[in-house]
Nanobody
Framework: QVQLVESGGRLVQAGDSLRLSCAAS??????MGWFRQAPGKEREFVAA????????YYANSVKGRFTISRDSAKNTVYLQMNSLKPEDTAVYYC??????????????????WGQGTQVTVSS
């Protein structure tokens, strides 16, 4: 059984940086993604990394500020978030992509999810 455990979320000030971690167990890292969900909103795509780690994908709202990466030896995926804004406030989830996923951008393309970690950015 695949388990994903996120960590690193906390309260920060606008302009600060934060790094989230997603530790995977039960299986090696496949294509991985980060999503976020703010109160009253749908879960939205943030960033993704291809299975081989050679391709990355970002939502326009975070491009240039966030970076997704992985450490295969630790079976861990990271989301480095710089220049944080109040609108980045959300619960952040990591997810492992389905083998038959068609894209990286939709929740339906992912089959395993972590429990989420809260990121709050104050102005």
């Amino acid at each position: 059984q695949v388990q994903l455990v996120e960590s690193g979320g906390r309260l920060v000030q606008a302009g600060d940086s934060l790094r989230l971690s997603c530790a995977a167990s039960g299986s090696s890292i496949n294509g991985m993604g980060w999503f976020r969900q703010a109160p009253g909103k749908e879960r939205e795509f943030v960033a993704a990394l291809s299975r081989g780690g050679f391709s990355t994908y970002y939502a326009n709202s975070v491009k240039g500020r966030f970076t997704i990466s992985r450490d295969s030896a630790k079976n861990t995926v990271y989301l480095q978030m710089n220049s944080l804004k109040p609108e980045d406030t959300a619960v952040y989830y990591c997810a492992r992509r389905r083998a038959d996923g068609l894209t990286y951008y939709y929740t339906r393309d992912y089959e395993y999810w972590g429990q989420g970690t809260q990121v709050t950015v104050s102005s």
